[in-house]
């Protein structure tokens, strides 16, 4: 079990490497730089440029330089904790970014909590109650909440909580909480504003989740094992908790590994809608504005995320399920 | 024990079986000879096997005929539509989607529409459009209307429904600028159906020809692209999007932005089916057909398309229907963010960029309408794939 948690971690670190790399092509890609727009923006506006000041902050963030210096500065930084500096707020990513950070993963948590207290019970429900009136509607149900897109529900259920709650438009809590100390009432106002962007969200997550529940239950019912042990006289209740339950509790945790992605995926569509001061419409201004470091930043921190979140379902799953090969080698 | 102990027994009471010959000549043959109908079935090649089976699948038959009719109607989109995509009515601005109605004063007179009577609320500056019930106005149908261009090419007039004379007949209601939405609907479809199908051609492409190499060539390319695909899975998809769409340059064209969504979007989502070819190719190239092809000599480029992709070109066909409403989606969600396409082209994103604002639920609901073709879309899409998946292996 060590060997493979040392394996497993030192993989990760090629991974992250190539996600660096690609997310600085990616950053760099779009022609000119920050600067090369500010300077004509501000030609255009007959102000006069500081040259001395853009050469500066030229010179400190190598941007006179090639990009692989470039980039082995920026990861350099990263490695020990410095994001760099974003041009546009004129702070350091760290203090920029602070704040939405904690809220983004806030979010993020509470919309994979989300997702597995909702799908656990609608999908043993559907698989032990197959063709039922209920599959069939949580069925669709689920369908819908693939196919509906997620602004849009965002929207809607955000007019809805407005109309039917009195919760205030957009935001993660009342605007006077904003920059107060938490308190009881902050933590409650939050929690009012919550269940919107989680369920949002999460919908998708969730559908997704009941149908591979349910197609994972319903193949663990039919094998031998369970019918022998219903045959012997094991009440349903229990001969379906013994076994087949826990055999279909894999998918909650591999799943993290694809679940993450998805969440912050859909955090950054759904708080751009929903004006959350989450990271989703910083990272947009960012991209739009060339504020390279803290788009480049951002991304990276997302992905460092997931990687994360992926190794700790790969853990889990080395606990959970004994049949998981710790060794390595190609599968054939 | 003896004879007569068994004698004893019932069995021995039973009337004897009349001896029976049958007069028939013999045909040893006779058991492997198949009805027709048998015929019929052990000898269906294996596409019209998969054909029964889908059709098995009711919701996927009528997913698949939903969708044959949506890509058709794009063909015709100009003729369909009740306006053209640019004909503003600057005096019917936000106007609420009319209803057609069919008896009138207790007649049936065909359907027809009330026109509108408009009134500016002075206290909020609402508009209001009242329907005036006294002036039915029927509809007409293979009718001229607003001239077009058949596909940019043979300018007509011909539409299968119009507005009345002097009328105006908005199903969906109409935008910010007096806009028909049912025809910005109609048109979008041609961009949002399309960009689907596109970018999953480039993401096909790529998923077959990497996966394919990783599976068959194996050793550092399988590496490679093992890692590669690793890191792509592990991205979260609208961030990348939106970084990507973010390089493509304001000044490109219109067309242009368009190609660079379907690729943007078809790039990050290739791993799913390189994944699914190389593990396929992984054990297929053991088989003896393949050992047989590399012993005569065929050129890997030759063994892989030739023979081993086509055995399992079903799966394929069903992953690949099964990634197009991602597709639309992402494309759905760029145009509603303002990075995918942009205002001269009609997409059933661009249109529902216009609902951002919490107002339009309020007040103008109906912009929320190019909701309703994505979503059926995409479940039809979804429901088919399910079927073709089901079907993809009709041997088991």
Redesign the interface.
């Known amino acids: 079990m060590l060997g493979y948690l040392v394996r497993r971690i030192l993989s990760m670190v090629?991974?992250l490497l190539?996600?660096s790399a690609?997310?600085f092509i990616?950053?760099q890609?779009?022609?000119g730089d920050y600067l090369s727009t500010y300077i004509a923006e501000l030609e255009s506006q007959g102000e006069a440029v500081d040259q001395e000041k853009i050469g500066f902050i030229r010179a400190q963030y190598g941007l006179d330089q090639p990009l692989y210096v470039q980039y082995l500065k920026w990861i350099g930084g990263l490695v020990q904790g410095d994001l760099g500096y974003s041009f546009e707020y004129s702070l350091p990513v760290n203090e920029v970014v602070g704040d939405r950070l904690s809220l983004t993963a806030i979010v993020s948590l509470a919309t994979i909590l989300f997702v597995w207290i909702v799908s656990f019970p609608i999908g043993v429900y559907s698989a032990t109650h197959q063709y039922g009136v209920f599959d069939y509607l949580l069925t669709f149900i689920g369908?819908?909440g693939?196919?509906?897109?997620?602004?849009?529900l965002a929207?809607?259920l955000?007019?809805f909580a407005?109309v039917q709650f009195g919760v205030s438009?957009g935001g993660l809590m009342d605007p006077g909480y904003i920059d107060q100390p938490w308190t009881w009432g902050k933590l409650q106002s939050v929690l009012a504003h919550l269940w919107v962007p989680v369920v949002v969200i999460g919908t998708s997550g969730t559908a997704g989740m009941i149908r591979r529940l349910r197609a994972n239950l319903l193949d663990e019912l039919q094998k031998q094992y369970y019918v022998t042990a219903r045959a012997k006289g094991l009440p349903g209740w229990r001969a379906l908790i013994k076994y087949p339950l826990r055999m279909s509790l894999n998918p909650f945790v591999s799943d993290i590994?694809?679940l993450?992605?998805?969440v912050?995926?859909?955090a950054?569509?759904v708080s751009?809608?929903m004006s959350l001061p989450t990271t989703g419409p910083m990272?947009?201004d960012a991209?739009?504005s060339q504020d390279m470091y803290l788009?480049g930043s951002?991304?990276m921190f997302?992905?460092v995320l997931?990687?994360i979140g992926?190794f700790l379902s790969d853990i889990l799953l080395a606990m959970l399920d004994p049949r998981i090969r710790l060794s390595g080698g190609?599968?054939? | 024990m003896s004879v007569a102990e068994g004698a004893a027994r019932p069995i021995g009471a039973r009337q004897p079986i009349p001896h029976q010959v049958s007069t028939e000549p013999f045909d040893p043959a006779s058991i492997e000879r198949l009805t027709p109908g048998q015929e019929r079935y052990y000898l269906a090649s294996q596409w019209r096997m998969m054909w029964w089976r889908f059709r098995r699948h009711r919701l996927a038959v009528v997913s698949a005929a939903i969708l044959i009719v949506m890509y058709a109607a794009i063909l015709i989109s100009e003729p369909l539509a009740p306006y053209d995509l640019h004909s503003r009515n600057i005096d019917f601005i936000y106007a609420p989607p009319q209803r057609v109605h069919f008896i009138h004063d207790g007649e049936f007179i065909g359907p027809f529409v009330y026109p509108f009577d408009y009134e500016l609320n002075m206290e909020n500056l609402q508009r209001t459009y009242t329907p005036d019930t006294n002036r039915p106005q029927p509809l007409r149908f293979f009718c001229s209307g607003d001239t077009y261009r058949f596909w940019g090419w043979i300018e007509a007039s011909f539409h299968f429904v119009c507005p009345p004379e002097d009328g105006t007949l908005f199903f969906f209601g109409t935008d910010r600028l007096g806009r028909d939405m049912l025809s910005r609907i109609i048109y979008g479809a041609r961009i949002s159906l399309t960009i689907g199908l596109l970018g999953v051609s480039v993401s096909f492409l790529l998923g077959v020809i990497i996966g394919g190499l990783a599976g068959y060539h194996g050793g550092w390319v399988d590496n490679v692209s093992q890692r590669l695909i690793e890191v792509l899975r592990s991205l979260p998809h609208v961030p990348l999007w939106l970084a990507l769409s973010a390089i493509l340059p304001v000044t490109w064209s219109p067309i242009l932005v368009y190609f660079g969504i379907t690729i943007i979007l078809g790039l990050l989502d290739w791993t799913g089916l390189a994944r699914a070819v190389r593990s396929k190719l992984l054990a297929l190239r053991e088989e003896d057909f393949c050992v047989a092809a590399q012993l005569m000599g065929a050129s890997p480029r030759r063994i892989i398309a030739r023979h081993l992709l086509p055995s399992f070109a079903s799966h394929l066909i069903a992953s690949v229907t099964l990634s197009v409403p991602t597709m639309i989606l992402g494309e759905t969600a760029l145009s509603f963010l303002g990075l995918g396409l942009r205002a001269p082209i009609t997409s059933w994103g661009v249109l529902l960029n216009e609902a951002q604002n919490i107002n339009v639920v309020a007040l103008y609901p109906w912009l929320m309408l190019p909701v309703a073709p994505v979503i059926l879309v995409v479940l039809a899409f979804n429901f088919m794939g399910d079927g073709l998946r089901d079907a993809a292996d009709p041997y088991k």
Do not use: D, M, N
């Open positions: 090629p991974t190539i996600t690609l997310i990616i950053i890609a779009p022609p369908f819908l693939l196919a509906v897109p997620s602004f849009l929207l809607v955000l007019y407005h438009i590994g694809s993450l992605p998805e912050v995926s859909g950054v569509l751009v809608v990272l947009l991209l739009r788009a951002f991304l997302l992905a997931t990687v992926v190609a599968t054939k």
